[in-house]
């Protein structure tokens, strides 16, 4: 399988990108994003750009690519809604009906967030913004699927990059193994995302690909840290 990663300069997506590269059924990798990553490897390609969504690259044949798995995104504290739309739904959009119109095939796993608003009709900022991205990319013609994670566990001492989640992290680091044991349907890691979207991506078409909104518990199992294994889309 051939995929496009963006986002992976952050936490999750430098999480998925390291289960990507470790990965046999993974071939390749393609990280799009502005800035370098500082990691070589056989199996990946940069197109660092001041523009993510441009995918107009000479040699870049996007139907090449099986799988996009989409880890851009930014944290709501202190933006106002235009700001966090932004980067939220127009910069998420512009990428996704790019490859939907290159690449129907494609399979496109987007990181949201649980507590992600459907309806579009809530109180809270974020989650509206999230559920309207959510809608739209499902409208697209390529497979796309919904991940809903909870509280995110940073595996094998990958950071986040903003600052006030890595105080959050280290204050309550000590806790997760609690958590996880008390809240298993709460908690996942970035090995499990990591894990779960390459078991979604490599499923084939029509294998049992109905839920389209992947909750931590269905991480969890897809990542191979719940019950099930990780290739049991059911």
């Known amino acids: 399988m051939n995929v496009i990663l963006f986002g992976a300069t952050g936490m999750i997506g430098r999480g998925v990108l390291r289960e990507c590269l470790r990965d046999d059924s993974v071939e390749s990798v393609l990280a799009v994003g502005r800035t370098p990553l500082a990691v070589t490897h056989p199996k990946l390609r940069e197109l660092v750009q001041a523009d993510p969504t441009d995918l107009s690259a000479p040699g870049l044949d996007l139907a090449a690519y099986d799988a996009c798995f989409f880890c851009l995104g930014i944290s709501s504290f202190r933006l106002k809604e235009d700001e966090y739309r932004r980067i939220t739904y127009d910069l998420t959009l512009a990428a996704a009906r790019t490859l939907a119109a290159a690449n129907p095939r494609l399979t496109f796993a987007y990181v949201s967030g649980e507590g992600t608003d459907s309806t579009e009709q809530g109180r809270s900022m974020w ?108």
């Open 127 to 234: 989650a509206r913004v999230k559920g309207e991205t959510e809608n739209d990319l499902l409208k697209l013609p390529f497979e796309a699927y919904m991940f809903r994670p909870g509280i995110v566990q940073p595996d094998r001492g990958i950071p986040s990059k903003t600052r006030l989640y890595r105080a959050g992290y280290a204050l309550t680091a000590p806790l997760f193994p609690l958590l996880r044991r008390v809240a298993p349907d709460l908690v996942t890691t970035t090995r499990a995302l990591g894990r779960a979207m390459i078991a979604v991506a490599g499923a084939g078409p029509g294998d049992a690909r109905t839920q389209r909104v992947l909750r931590p518990k269905d991480i969890n199992r897809l990542g191979g840290e719940g019950p099930g294994r990780a290739a049991d889309l059911r």
